[in-house]
């Protein structure tokens, strides 16, 4: 396999995808999502968003949130992760949306809050993903990014490196996936830390962002809002 696609990449671990996650994370994952979700401040009855959406864990803990008076959106360009999705049952209306986040197909300030979940770090263009998501935010609305991070204490480094590649990747070869698990660290390598999102976010247009590091800054929240005046 040469050089495969971000769509490729996730088109072809589709079906080993969710149960990977509980066992590689030691279920660790859902905490990190709900995290994230109550970091984006959706209310119940809000309409919201959840870019990169996948087979929808993120996208379900924030259908709770909104509750049934709520709407929410999930969106991914890979057609396998959301027939996925598509199998669970939500009290709460979910519309699976097959789109590349770069160019998302909505108006101007039409929702109340957004979350997005390892999505950014795959993402061509990080400051367009960020202008997309401002456009599509109403004024004082706040989006979650949460994603793999950088930490800064040696020793915790080590382990995340030594997890990733002694223990995901070859975990993942006995699927016949290893290339596609390999891709996360150089992945991880090239994306920006905390600092630099914030910087990137604020020059995307948010009034206000902040980046808290968990898993002892193995992963990574970055939570942006909209200026209520623009
Ligand atoms: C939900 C998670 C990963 C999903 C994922 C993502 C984001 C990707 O971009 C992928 C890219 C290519 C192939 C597969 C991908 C993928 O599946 C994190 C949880 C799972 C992760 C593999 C474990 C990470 C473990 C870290 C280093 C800390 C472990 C700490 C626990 C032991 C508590
Ligand atoms: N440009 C893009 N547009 C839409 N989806 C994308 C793009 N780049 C990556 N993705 C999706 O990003 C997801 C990363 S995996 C994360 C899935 C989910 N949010 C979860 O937390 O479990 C995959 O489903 C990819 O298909």
Redesign the pocket.
Known sequence: MSNPS??QI?DRIAPV?DQF?DWLSWGQ?RIW?QMTVQWSYAKPGAVAI??????G??TRTLARQVGKTGTVYG????PN?LAIAKTYYSWTPIHWIE????QLPFGDRTFDAAT????LR???DIPQCLQEIHRILKPGATIAI?DFHHPTNPLIQQFQQWYLDGIVVPYAQHQGLTEEYAYIMPSLARFPAGPEQVSLATKAGFDCAVHYPIVGGMMGVLVATKSVNS
């Not at 959840?50 to 087979?55: I, Q």
């Not at 969106?75 to 890979?78: I, Q, R, S």
């Open positions: 971000v769509k996730f995808y996650n994952h999502k959840d870019l990169c959406c996948g087979s864990d993120l969106v991914d360009f890979c992760l789109a590349d986040v770069l997005m979940g390892y999505g795959n993402v061509r949460l």
